[in-house]
């Protein structure tokens, strides 16, 4: 079965930085489409960053600068790193795959559970 767990997520303040894992098994991600989003509640569910095909990369506006999104392939694994966190940053954040190999997130089919952070002044 194809599987992604995200983890590293946590409270921190504001200023802080967070690193976000999403381990894939289940099939390789070194040449998948993945992408991260995040939903506060009562928000709508928002992209935050896109690695697609040849590493290239793609960032929401709020978090260019700040976020930085990148793949282990040797751990067939993908990171968030989150620096110079704000209270707004707060969510769920979630990875998410489009398994079709070559694909660039046309049908992200394989999605995390979610892991939670926090941001507090």
């Known amino acids: 079965q194809v599987h992604l767990v995200e983890s590293g997520g946590d409270s921190v303040q504001a200023g802080g930085s967070l690193r976000l894992s999403c381990v894939a098994s289940?099939?390789?991600?070194?040449?998948?489409?993945m992408r991260w989003f995040r939903q506060a509640p009562g928000k709508e569910r928002e992209e935050v960053a896109t690695?697609?095909?040849?590493?290239?990369?793609s960032y929401a506006d709020s978090v260019k600068g700040r976020f930085t999104i990148f793949k282990d392939n040797a751990k067939n694994t993908l990171y968030l790193q989150m620096n110079s966190l704000k209270p707004e940053d707060t969510a769920m954040y979630y990875c998410?795959?489009?398994?079709?190999?070559?694909?660039?997130?046309?049908?992200?089919?394989?999605w995390g559970q979610g892991t939670q952070v926090t941001v507090s002044t």
């Open positions: 998410a795959a489009d398994s079709a190999t070559y694909a660039n997130c046309v049908d992200l089919d394989i």
């Open positions: 289940g099939y390789i991600i070194t040449n998948i489409c």
């Open positions: 690695i697609r095909i040849g590493g290239i990369r």
